[in-house]
């Protein structure tokens, strides 16, 4: 005598429910040897068919799911920690910072020194042209 019988159908046994080809327990808290036989005889008995369906569907995701756990695992160790990350980022932040107050200081020398030339040039063609005027007031003076 058996402890478990599978079946060609769904067994319902109080709460719980068991798929095809699942092993139902056979005793007086289980399923009776008569109605085992009953469920034999209307569905007949239990066969494991090779190369089944459903088994094979469930070997295909089975070894999906082993790929993409293994792919997981060789993204997890390829990716910097999250600290690592955050320091890169604030270390970054900080040059950008340091890069930001040069490049104000240097258009500050840089328009200062603009003002400068122009003042300087200014100050150039004034020297400029008083040479001129002496030059032309020396030039009026020895001809008169």
């Given at each position: 005598?058996?402890?478990?019988?599978?079946?060609?159908?769904?067994?319902?046994?109080?709460?719980?429910?068991?798929?095809?080809?699942?092993?139902?327990p056979?005793?007086?808290?289980?399923?009776s040897?008569?109605?085992?036989?009953?469920?034999?005889?209307?569905?007949?008995?239990?066969?494991?068919?090779?190369?089944?369906?459903?088994?094979?569907?469930?070997?295909?995701?089975?070894?999906?799911?082993?790929?993409?756990?293994d792919?997981?695992?060789?993204?997890?160790?390829?990716?910097?920690?999250?600290?690592?990350?955050?320091?890169?980022?604030?270390?970054?932040?900080?040059?950008?910072?340091?890069?930001?107050?040069?490049?104000?200081?240097?258009?500050?020398?840089?328009?200062?020194?603009?003002?400068?030339?122009?003042?300087?040039?200014?100050?150039?063609?004034?020297?400029?042209?008083?040479?001129?005027?002496?030059?032309?007031?020396?030039?009026?003076?020895?001809?008169?």
């Amino acid at each position: 005598m058996a402890n478990t019988r599978k079946f060609n159908t769904t067994v319902k046994l109080g709460s719980k429910t068991y798929a095809p080809g699942e092993d139902v327990p056979i005793s007086k808290n289980g399923l009776s040897e008569a109605d085992a036989d009953n469920l034999d005889q209307i569905f007949g008995k239990w066969r494991a068919a090779e190369g089944d369906a459903v088994d094979k569907r469930f070997t295909a995701l089975t070894e999906e799911r082993d790929t993409l756990a293994d792919q997981v695992t060789a993204l997890k160790a390829e990716a910097k920690p999250l600290a690592d990350l955050k320091a890169e980022r604030d270390n970054l932040a900080e040059q950008v910072r340091a890069l930001t107050s040069e490049r104000d200081e240097l258009t500050k020398e840089r328009d200062q020194a603009l003002e400068d030339n122009a003042t300087l040039s200014e100050a150039l063609k004034a020297l400029q042209d008083e040479e001129k005027g002496d030059d032309a007031a020396t030039k009026d003076g020895s001809k008169a």
